[in-house]
């Protein structure tokens, strides 16, 4: 894949597509008060020090291919859209405001302040956007929406 020119985000884009409309196609026909009673969550990445220390694997195109499928139709959520993803836009206003932390404890509690100091109309406000957001990305044929 990486000897083709192909990122795991270009493979992720080409199966997710689909899968993302046919997820939007299901719950077209929600409104605010469905979405209201959705447990948005999302895993967060946090990282101390400069280095993730992530270890990243290459397999062959067909491989990944699978793979990412195989992912993909086992998640309740549309995986890699954080235009379909509230939760995705109230972290990346967490991480924006977050200090630099030098232990895992002072980690934590960064971002228990910060939580707690989250405007409660923002997050209605993404919640409350979802029945758009599910139209956008229906109408991009389940592509990438302005969100």
């Known amino acids: 894949m990486k000897t083709a020119g192909w990122s795991t985000r270009h493979?992720?884009?080409?199966?997710?597509?689909?899968?993302?409309?046919?997820?939007?196609?299901?719950r077209s026909m929600w409104n605010v008060t469905d979405w209201q009673k959705i447990v948005f969550s999302d895993e967060s990445q946090f990282?101390?020090?400069?280095?993730?220390?992530r270890v990243r694997v290459w397999r062959c195109p067909a491989r990944v291919a699978q793979d990412f499928l195989r992912h993909f139709?086992?998640?309740?959520w549309p995986?890699?859209?954080?235009?379909?993803?509230?939760?995705?836009?109230?972290?990346?206003?967490?991480k924006r405001q977050m200090p630099s932390c030098?232990?895992?404890?002072?980690?934590?509690?960064?971002?228990?302040?910060?939580?707690?100091?989250?405007?409660?109309?923002?997050?209605?406000?993404l919640i409350n956007s979802m029945p758009y957001r599910v139209a956008a990305c229906i109408a991009a044929g389940g592509g990438p929406t302005r969100y």
């Open 102 to 125: 030098h232990s895992v404890h002072d980690l934590e509690l960064a971002v228990q302040d910060l939580w707690a100091l989250l405007p409660q109309d923002n997050i209605r406000c």
């Open 79 to 94: 995986a890699c859209s954080p235009d379909l993803s509230p939760v995705e836009h109230v972290w990346n206003q967490l």
């Open 73 to 76: 139709q086992t998640l309740p």
């Open 11 to 26: 493979v992720a884009g080409q199966v997710d597509r689909q899968l993302r409309l046919q997820w939007c196609q299901a």
């Open 47 to 53: 990282v101390l020090g400069t280095d993730d220390k």
